[in-house]
Structure formats: C-alpha cells, structure tokens
C-alpha cells in the first residue's frame, strides 16, 4: 500500500493545486493537471522539499526521471540530494546506446529506454514520476534499472490513482505518494 | 556568451563543456548531437549550470521560466525554483490538457508545434525561455512568439548550448539569446 506524506501541513496547499480536467485524453478519464501547481511556486517548493527530506538520508544516488514529468520533478530533487539524473525516454528519444523495455497499454504496448553506462551496479535509484495510475511504466523503469544491477529504492509521485492499485504491479517494490485523487 | 563577458575562463565552463557528450549521425547522418545526458550524470557539474542561470537571472524580477519540452524542463525547473518564479512548460501538440494556444514552426522536413496553456503567463509578466540547446532557434522563436501572444515580456532566451552562429549573443525575434557554451564538434 502506498505511504502518504501523513498530515504534513503543506500538502493541503499541494493538493488544492492540482488541476483536474475531464474526459482527458479521452471521455471518462478525469486527467489530473500538475501544470497548475507548477505556477505556484511555494506549492512546487513544498513538493520538492518533502520528497527531498524523505530521500537525502537513504544513499540515494540515482534519480531516475520518467519522461516527459517525470523531468519537472527529478532534476530538483537530483540536484538537492547530490546525486545523479537518469532520464527514462520514449524511444528513439536518447542518442547513445540504450537498453529498452516493453510494456502495456491499454491497448497495445510502448517502450521505455534507458542510455547504456547511466546507472553502474550498486546504484541506490529512486523513481520519479508525477503520477502512478496502471503503474506500468514504473514497473518497465524499475525493470530498466534492475538489469543493470542497480538496486530500486523507491518508487515517488506526486498523485496516485489508488483504485487502479498501481502499487501491486512494482514487484515489491515500496511507493511513496504526496496525494492520493479521490 | 558567458566565456567572452567574463574575459579569463569562468572554472565552472570547462568542466560544463567536458561533460557533453557529442554522438555523431544522431538523429541523422551529419548531425554531431550534443548530449546533455552526460552532464546529468554529474551532480556538481548539473549544479554548476544551473547555478550560472540562476547568477544570470536572480536580479532581473523574473517571474516565470517557460521550458521547452522536454530537456528545458530538466533545466527549467531548478531554475524556476531558485528564481521564485512560477514554472511553465512548453510543450508538443496534445500533451497540455487545458485549453491551449498553439505556435507552429518549421522543421527542416515539415513543421511542428508548440503549445502553452491559457492562464499560465499574464500580461507583463518577465519570462525567461528556456532549452538545453540552440540551433536554427525555430523552436526558441515559436515559445518566444507563444508569449508574446499572451502579453509576456521575454527577457531573455536562455540555453546551455548554442551553434557557433550564436556565439558572442544573438538576438532572435527581437530578444536576446543566453548561451553558456558552445556546440561541441
């Protein structure tokens, strides 16, 4: 199950930020906007500041940032920690040499790639993304990241969609979530 | 360009420079790709980049850095962050939710466009733009011309890296370009 940040007094001002738009991308998907919190910059600061004082005591050295969201959130985390940004691309997206990984859709599948000598063995990695719904696309950056012997710390977002029980597909590995849509 | 203003070597640049990574024939046969990813790998080197934004950028009463997806928003948001500014991202057809306007540009082959989410920048508001890199500034002229449109105030583009045509500042659409370092070859 995922942990929430619990009663922590900012994440009201986080949460109240959140922008939900309906029938996005498609009708009967309630889409929750994160662009809207990025325009309030105490709320985007609050954000960073509580994954960043959960993390920087866990010998994080990788984050690994989901595109295209997951690189609004990453790099400042990356940055306060001291350590290493990875990003996760959609294919074709990285120059170098890439390992890739499948994964599911809705319909169909999609592929996510890593560049070649990012993350060595040993690597302590935290995942980051805005928002966990199948959890699919965590689960193909984690897969990424364990066939090159990096261990997963965590898995972090901003937002979880908990009836869709993402958290069950992250082969055991523990999700930290500020916000959960109702 | 920040070697030229600060005359002697700024220490920080070098070790900028080192940590870009050219992969040649990517995305085509030709093209010296300049990979930032590298630099990404080196925490004091990312920080020090940043830094060299935030140095440029902390007494000009910024109130919004628009970075353009996706590497923009890698250095976009540290800066958006230090600034105190709100962040607001520039992004492909069909990714913003919300009701858009849109600005299209022209590619070598085609062209493409970018779009900004209606309410995000006010009128008057200064407005940094920016993208890890600068080529033909297509891109940089569409976000330039996306907040024009809504009453926006760029001060300044801003980019990592930029193609020897931007060396010693260049000036597209009317506004000035920020170049930390040059293309590597």
Known sequence: MASEGGEDPRLPRIASTIRVIPDFPKPGIMFQDIT??????????????????????KRI?????????????????????????VPMRKP????????????????????????????????RALVIDD?????????????????????????????????????????GKPLFVLVKAA | MVEEENGGVDPRLQAIKAAIRVVPHFPKPGIMFNDITTLLLRPKVFKDAVEIF??????????????????????GTPLALALGAKFVPLRKPKKLPGEVISESYVLEYGTDSLEMHLGSVNRGERVI????????????????????????????????????????GCWLHGKPVYVVVDCRQ
Request: glycine share 10%; net charge negative; proline share 3%.
């Open chain 2, 129 to 168: 733009v920016i993208d890890d890199l600068v080529a033909t500034g297509g891109t940089l002229c569409a976000a330039i011309k996306l907040l024009e449109r809504v009453g926006a105030d760029v001060i300044e583009c801003a980019c990592l890296i930029g193609l020897p045509k931007f060396k010693g």
């Open chain 2, 54 to 75: 935030v140095d440029r950028y902390r007494d000009m009463n910024i109130s919004a850095v628009a970075g353009v997806e996706a590497r923009g928003f890698i250095f």
């Open chain 1, 61 to 85: 050295t990788v984050v690994a940032g989901i595109e295209a969201r997951g690189f609004i959130f990453g790099p400042p985390i990356a940055l306060a920690i001291g350590c290493k940004f």
């Open chain 1, 92 to 123: 074709k997206k990285l120059p170098g040499e890439v390992i890739s990984e499948e994964y599911s859709l809705e319909y169909g599948t999609d592929i996510m790639e890593m560049h070649v000598g990012a993350v060595q063995p040993g690597d």
């Open chain 1, 131 to 171: 928002l966990i719904a199948t959890g699919g696309t965590l689960a193909a950056a984690i897969r990424l990241l364990e066939r090159v012997g990096a261990e997963v710390v965590e898995c972090a977002c901003v937002i979880e969609l908990p009836e869709l029980q993402g958290y069950q597909r992250l082969g």
């Open chain 1, 36 to 57: 809207t919190l990025l325009l309030d910059h105490e709320a985007f600061r609050h954000t960073i500041d509580m994954f960043v004082e959960r993390y920087r005591d």
